[in-house]
């Protein structure tokens, strides 16, 4: 099937090999990609413009996550003929002829909002899609503006909001797309708005849009299932039909279990990781978090898609590609229905990078995602409030969350006001450690003690010799005290512990640090496939009778996973 794509006003149509092409236009020979074809000095020169111009066809034409990565692929496509480029005889007419518009690409193309990312001279060029920096609308010719008289207002919580995020209706036939940022609202001072102005009564469709600092930008996020109607210019409503709130995901945590205690809580920034949102039961957005909590985002439907054409390994990281982010836009309210529920939002944070498998298993178990993330169903006291200043345990005006318990403001370089910190608990360590004697048998039956922090856990070692305790107060090190002698006061060994979650055992590290776990030295976990990783795996594959051939495999995996436990 052909991809219809516009390139400075001209028609191109993008056809796989195997077309008979007779009568579908002039072809563009790119069998030499440094020869000069029509207006494009190089095959090079067409590709960029054709990605530039439109962004949304790149995962279509290239499997490639880096923008030059997808124009040497289909560089490479268009040379060899997997891919022919055609310009229509009658470019125009076939552009508008209504068989013709379900092959047009669902993206944003530069020239629709060319009046809005025009350069200045000495300007540096960039692939990237630069979002408006103010309210601008589409001049229709004099006969069609008599009925653009309509508008779209999209209400957004707090102040002094940046650009990283701004919204997008899709283009018309008659209408280009149009991209707009949240400007402060002048009636209230709660909020912002985001105005599309002298459109159609046409219904559209709306997204959310997010820069990306690698291939194409912005990265649209569809808000609405149906399509939204504009009204007619009139009054400022008390709420808008359509509300983004802003949020900031912070982490409280306490040397107690009395959160209520400002002396024993203390609310800070997320650290590294990785932060999940699910709207309506099904993955929406994954931000890796950074160093001073920035977040961004990754790529999750095209992600999905990979994944499910065999495209990426499941077990493999998703890299982030969107610009930093302070805050993250989500949706409250659309076509005037609240985002809560069923059809809410909730949100889970992790130090490493979740796997596939465990996503889709969230997505088709309620009660699993349940389990796993915070429900963000407490924004809707902004509708009561239009503030966030006193919600509870689960939210708060990030200016009110971000102070420590001496009352001095947390440095952050953000500076929007007015918008919600969601409070996220930070993943409980669970413990999870196998006892063995030197035969490598389990120790059953003998007392232990475990101790880190303010956790103190005692019991008995059941007969798989397996301790998987949850920790209920946050720690890294610890000790771990067995008595094999009963009447003894005094444990028979203390073992040092260091707490933290471990990789995938799918992964390198995951490998290394069960490895290390069972006295076969890996070396550090760094993720790398070393000298000492390899003879670390070839002599626990010696010990247990596998193939030794230093390769972690499904074999050995399974073997390490019944030694070391999970």
Not at 21 to 33: C, R, T, V
Request: charged letters at 20%.
């Amino acid at each position: 099937m052909k991809i219809r794509t516009n390139i400075q006003g001209s028609i191109f149509d993008i056809y796989p090999s195997g077309y008979d092409l007779a009568q579908a236009g002039k072809p563009l020979d790119f069998s030499n990609p440094n020869r000069q074809v029509g207006r494009f000095r190089s095959c090079h020169e067409f590709v960029e413009l054709l990605l530039n111009h439109n962004p949304g066809i790149t995962h279509q034409l290239s499997s490639s996550v880096f923008f030059h990565q997808q124009i040497k692929e289909i560089q490479q496509q268009l040379a060899s003929g997997k891919l022919i480029a055609v310009q229509p005889n009658d470019d125009t007419q076939s552009a508008k002829h209504p068989k013709n518009r379900y092959l047009e690409a669902h993206s944003i193309t530069k020239d629709s909002v060319s009046a809005l990312t025009k350069k200045q001279p000495g300007t540096p060029r960039s692939n990237a899609f630069v979002p408006p920096n103010k309210a601008t609308t589409y001049k229709p010719s004099q006969i069609e503006s008599e009925k653009l008289e309509y508008h779209l207002t999209i209400e957004i919580a707090g102040r002094n909001l940046a650009d990283d995020q701004f919204l997008i209706l899709n283009k018309l036939d008659n209408e280009p797309s149009n991209a707009q940022v949240a400007e402060n609202d002048n009636r209230d001072a709660h909020r912002s708005l985001v105005c599309f102005q002298n459109i159609s009564q046409s219904a559209r469709k709306l997204s959310l849009a997010i820069r990306m600092n690698t291939g194409p930008s912005p990265m649209l996020l569809p808000l609405s299932s149906n399509q939204l109607i504009p009204s007619r210019q009139g009054r400022s409503k008390p709420e808008w039909d359509n509300v983004i709130i802003p949020i900031k995901p912070v982490h409280r945590t306490s040397t107690t279990d009395n959160f209520e205690d400002p002396a024993q809580t203390n609310t800070t920034v997320l650290g590294k990781g990785w932060l999940y949102i699910f709207w309506k039961g099904k993955l929406w957005r994954e931000l890796e978090v950074s160093e001073n909590s920035v977040m961004r985002d990754c790529r999750v439907e095209w992600y999905r898609n990979q994944i499910r054409f065999n495209q990426h390994d499941h077990r493999a990281a998703r890299s982030s590609e969107g610009h930093a982010l302070q805050d993250i836009w989500v949706p409250y309210k659309i076509n005037n229905e609240y985002q809560l529920g069923r059809n809410g939002l909730r949100m889970a944070f992790s130090e490493t990078q979740w796997s596939w498998n465990l996503i889709e298993a969230l997505e088709s178990g309620v009660d699993s995602l349940i389990a796993k993330t915070t429900s963000l169903d407490a924004v809707k006291q902004y509708s009561k409030q239009q503030h966030f200043g006193s919600a509870g345990d689960a939210i708060e005006a990030l200016e009110i969350a971000l102070k420590t318990s001496k009352g001095k403001p947390t440095s952050l370089k953000n500076k929007p006001s007015k918008i919600a910190a969601i409070y996220l608990a930070p993943e409980p360590n669970k413990i999870c450690l196998k006892i063995n004697d030197h035969q490598l048998n389990a120790l059953a039956g003998k007392r232990y003690q475990l101790i880190a922090g303010n956790n103190k856990l005692e019991g008995t070692l059941a007969e798989d010799g397996i301790i998987n305790e949850s920790l209920p107060y946050r720690a890294t090190e610890g000790e771990l005290r067995v008595w094999c002698n009963s009447l003894s006061e005094n444990p028979s060994h203390r073992i040092p512990l260091k707490l933290e979650q471990l990789a995938e055992i799918e992964t390198t590290e995951g490998i290394q640090a069960r490895l290390n776990n069972i006295n076969h030295h890996a070396g550090s976990v760094d993720g790398i496939t070393g000298k000492k990783t390899l003879a670390a795996i070839r002599q626990f594959q010696h010990q247990h009778q596998l193939t030794v051939d230093g390769i972690a495999g499904p074999i050995t995996q399974k073997k390490l996973k019944e030694i070391h436990g999970n």
